[in-house]
């Protein structure tokens, strides 16, 4: 630390979240990589099947594709510094690195929230409008969705990020957290965080809870219209066509209402952390097998690309 005056002033944290014996840090290494090689291969194949087979270039699966990438994207922002902690003796990150770390994290966890939502609407015009669904959801409106929502998640986590690193940080450099959040910096801060907690409350109740709300509106009106069809067959493959996504959702809410959406005094170490890896890195590593298990479409496309791979490297 620097000293300035009376005060401290942080030029670097040390980041304590698993802090184990030296006994069990091979052990945590290996779970660690091991998520981290699995979310890599499997959201890079989704990317690559989507890619190769025609079948699969509809905006459902143009938003699956960016979806995977940025599951990629925010694994990346923690798993490596963690992998490379677990054997340091001194488990750091500079100032500029955490809060740079704190930006891209936040950005692409919230990216998250804005692509389910709007696969959520995509799905209800899909299914609702199918006659003018192509026109509706044209190549233009797909860049426009997806570039409009990182503008706002980047203006969200850049506004959070900047506000963060001008609290004081005095008493302590230890972060008991893996990677650097929000709610463990608040817990560390020795000024009055109340402003951050205030927008994080309010901005950030919004910002997360909007794609929630839409996803919700969509799907009410998505079962409104399976009811309203005729055929037994027609709603059973509507509503399969939904089941990856609805997972989707499920695994990203829970643990990121629960670690946002609550004051900084209702902070828990040890369920925190648990919480933590699950939105993390276990939603991005589930998300390709969701979506390859429950959607047909995917499966048949993976298996098309298997074959044309296989007897291309027989010839």
């Not at 091979?26 to 660690?32: K, P, V």
């Not at 006659?131 to 998640?153: E, F, P, T």
């Not at 009811?227 to 059973?236: I, K, L």
Request: aromatic content about 12%; charged content about 15%; proline content about 4%.
């Amino acid at each position: 630390m620097k000293v300035k005056g009376n005060h401290s002033s942080v030029s670097e944290f040390i980041l304590l979240g698993f802090s184990e014996p030296p006994e069990h840090s091979i052990i945590l290494f290996l779970s660690f990589l091991l998520m981290y090689l699995v979310t890599l291969v499997g959201n890079t194949t989704i990317i690559f099947v989507i890619r190769l087979d025609a079948h699969l270039h509809t905006p459902m699966y143009f938003f699956l594709s960016i979806l995977s990438f940025v599951d990629i994207c925010l694994t990346t922002c923690t798993v490596p510094k963690l992998l490379l902690n677990i054997f340091l003796e001194k488990k750091s990150i500079s100032f500029h690195g955490c809060f740079l770390q704190l930006h891209f994290f936040t950005s692409f966890g919230n990216m998250t929230g804005f692509l389910l939502a709007i696969m959520a609407v995509d799905r209800y015009l899909a299914i609702s409008k199918p006659l003018h669904y192509a026109m509706i959801m044209s190549k233009g409106i797909q860049l426009r969705l997806v570039a409009g929502s990182w503008v706002i998640v980047s203006l969200h986590s850049a506004a959070h990020s900047i506000m963060a690193a001008r609290l004081s940080y005095c008493a302590s450099n230890k972060i008991h957290y893996y990677f650097c959040d929000l709610p463990p910096l608040f817990k560390l801060s020795c000024s009055d965080t109340s402003p951050n907690e205030l927008l994080l409350l309010t901005e950030a109740t919004i910002v997360l809870m909007s794609p929630c709300l839409c996803i919700t509106i969509s799907y009410i009106l998505i079962i409104v219209t399976i009811c309203r069809m005729p055929s037994t067959e027609g709603r059973f493959k509507a509503f399969s066509t939904c089941s990856a996504h609805l997972t989707a959702v499920t695994l990203n809410y829970g643990p990121v209402l629960y670690t946002y959406i609550r004051p900084a005094s209702a902070y828990s170490l040890e369920k925190d952390l648990i919480i933590s890896v699950l939105y993390s890195v276990g939603n991005s590593m589930l998300n390709p097998f969701v979506y390859s298990i429950r959607n047909k479409e995917v499966k048949g496309a993976l298996s098309r690309v298997l074959r044309k791979r296989v007897f291309f490297w027989r010839k």
